[in-house]
């Protein structure tokens, strides 16, 4: 079946733009996370909903970053105010198990701040 | 956030040689992920372990949770060209955050 899909793969947009990243699960997965991923490092949690609602947002870095899933299914990441310092690759991953199961990770979208 | 050792950085083989990587933590962990990511593309899974001593294979892959939690393996039998590419650990302690290791790059030289 169909994987993890996430749009855009490319994002080049200005510092101080307002982006928005989406992440479609695959079919059925209750549990979908968002991590970040700089060049050279490890995905970092970002949030984690179970259902629609966000279960754990400890991963945020701030009050730029938010992310939504209103029906339980696709999720946006939306970052206000960009900065440079967010230039990453953002991952999305989802599981059949609420917290703890196994993660299948989309190819994630290259966001970079100008 | 808590640490994950994961050594070595990297590794350069011949192939068909064996390869060993581990992960390491000050902190207990419940759960223990391997996954190899290519570039330009998102992490793999490759094998779960969710119980202290558990050793699970999948293919040339084997993976150890370890006996005190705070640590795991993985083995590579006779790598091949496609093993390339850089291999995490991920561990989940309580809750819902997983948290990933800094990756081991493998190189395989024909």
């Known amino acids: 079946g169909a994987g993890v899909s996430q749009t855009p793969s490319n994002k080049v947009t200005e510092k101080g733009k307002y982006v928005e990243l989406r992440c479609d699960p695959i079919?059925?997965?209750?549990?979908l996370y968002w991590y970040r991923q700089s060049l050279g490092q490890g995905p970092e949690f970002l949030i984690y909903?179970?259902?629609?609602?966000?279960?754990?947002d400890s991963g945020l870095p701030n009050d730029r970053f938010f992310a939504v899933r209103p029906e339980g299914s696709v999720s946006t990441l939306k970052i206000q105010r960009t900065e440079r310092g967010d230039s990453a690759v953002y991952l999305c991953?989802?599981?059949?198990?609420?917290?703890?199961?196994?993660?299948?990770f989309g190819p994630g979208t290259r966001l970079t701040v100008t | 956030g808590q640490q994950l050792n994961q050594s070595p950085q990297s590794m350069f083989i011949q192939e068909g040689e064996d390869v060993s990587m581990n992960c390491t933590s000050s902190?207990?962990?419940?759960?223990w992920l391997w996954y190899k990511q290519d570039p330009g593309e998102g992490p793999v899974l490759l094998i779960a372990?969710?119980?202290?001593?558990e050793l699970t294979s999948n293919g040339r892959l084997t993976a150890q949770f370890g006996i005190t939690r705070k640590d795991s393996f993985l083995n590579i039998s006779a790598s091949i060209p496609s093993d390339v590419g850089i291999y995490f650990c991920?561990?989940?302690?309580?809750?819902?955050?997983?948290?990933f290791g800094t990756g081991t790059s493998l190189t395989v030289i024909p």
């Open positions: 991953a989802s599981s059949s198990l609420a917290g703890g199961g196994e993660q299948y």
């Open positions: 079919s059925g997965h209750t549990a």
């Open positions: 909903f179970q259902g629609t609602g966000a279960a754990d």
């Open positions: 902190s207990i962990f419940n759960t």
């Open positions: 372990l969710y119980k202290a001593g």
């Open positions: 991920a561990g989940l302690m309580s809750g819902n955050q997983f948290y």
